[in-house]
Structures are given as structure tokens and as C-alpha cells.
């Protein structure tokens, strides 16, 4: 079965960087494209950026556009989200998504 694992979520002050990771099994990781979501406490989850299968097309929500970039490596199926100048409204839970599949989500904390 699909199994997404992120990983690389931290307490970060605000202006700094994290990279996530997801690594992902049980499908084709290089057939599908790939997403990252957040959700923050009150809020409906959002859609952050996403990556087409072979690289070619990304996506961002305009409040990451410039500060995030996402990225995949098929060979290794993984997917990344390199975070920089992060500021305390990143703070959230980052999830994983392809399909209808989800990981169990990794927790960003921004704050000094």
C-alpha cells in the first residue's frame, strides 16, 4: 500500500531555513505528481506547492512564492520543500499528498 513519511519538520526562529522530506513506497512514485499541504491550529488545511511528475511544472500558494521551493527526486522517490526566510504565519503542520493519499504530517514551528 502507499506509505508517505515526511520528515524535517522543526523549531525554527523566524528568517531561517528547513528542508521537509517525504519519502514515499507502494506506487509509482515517478508517474504522479506531488504535493506539500500545511494546516495550522484553527485553520482549514492549504495547499502550499506542488510538482508535476517529471519536474516540469511547479505550483505555490502566493504566500510561499520566492521563500519555497519544491522539489522531487525520482530515483530516490522523495519529495522536498526547501523553506527559506520563514516567518512565525509558516507555523503548521506540513503534510504530504499524492492522489488521495496523505502522510502523517511533520510539524514546523517558527518562532524566536
Known amino acids: 500500500q502507499v506509505h508517505l513519511v515526511e520528515s524535517g519538520g522543526a523549531l525554527v526562529q523566524p528568517g531561517g531555513s528547513l528542508r521537509l522530506s517525504c519519502v514515499a513506497s507502494g506506487f509509482t512514485f515517478s508517474s504522479y505528481g506531488m504535493n506539500w499541504y500545511r494546516q495550522a491550529p484553527g485553520k482549514p488545511r492549504e495547499h502550499v506547492a506542488g510538482?508535476?511528475?517529471?519536474?516540469?511544472?511547479?505550483i505555490y500558494a502566493a504566500s510561499v512564492k520566492g521563500r519555497f521551493t519544491i522539489t522531487r527526486d525520482n530515483a530516490k522517490n522523495t519529495l522536498y520543500l526547501q523553506m527559506n526566510s520563514l516567518e512565525p504565519e509558516d507555523t503548521a503542520v506540513y503534510y504530504c499528498n499524492t492522489q488521495t493519499y496523505w502522510g502523517q504530517g511533520t510539524q514546523v514551528t517558527v518562532s524566536s
Open positions: 510538482v508535476s511528475p517529471r519536474s516540469t511544472e511547479t
